[in-house]
Structures are given as C-alpha cells and as structure tokens.
C-alpha cells in the first residue's frame, strides 16, 4: 500500500513540475496556479500538455 502511495506521489509530482515549468515558461500566472491548488493524479496537467503539444508550443 506505501508502495502504491508513493507511486502516486511521484507520478502527480512529475507532471505538475512539468506543466508548471511551461506554464511558467509562457508566462500563463492562471494555469501555473490552477496546478499548483489542484491535484487530480497529474490529469488537468496532462490535457494542458497536449494541448500546448498541438500549439506546437513544447520542445
């Protein structure tokens, strides 16, 4: 059960420092605080990646 707990902290973790980072990068101060307060397991995260993905936006 710790195992899983700290699975799920580490995956969570990993995409709000990755979505915060662009956000940050893109200066979009709304996005970056929304990941930061909100923690669904990495999922607004993952869609704001993909979305700046398709704006071609990511290197």
Avoid at 7 to 30: D, F, H, M, R, V
Avoid at 37 to 48: A, K, T
């Amino acid at each position: 059960m710790i195992l899983l707990l700290l699975a799920l902290i580490a995956w969570e973790a990993y995409w709000t420092y990755k979505a915060c980072w662009l956000a940050a990068q893109s200066k979009e101060k709304g996005w970056f605080i929304v990941f930061l307060l909100i923690n669904l397991l990495g999922i607004p995260e993952m869609v704001y990646l993909a979305w700046k993905r398709r704006q071609g936006a990511m290197t």
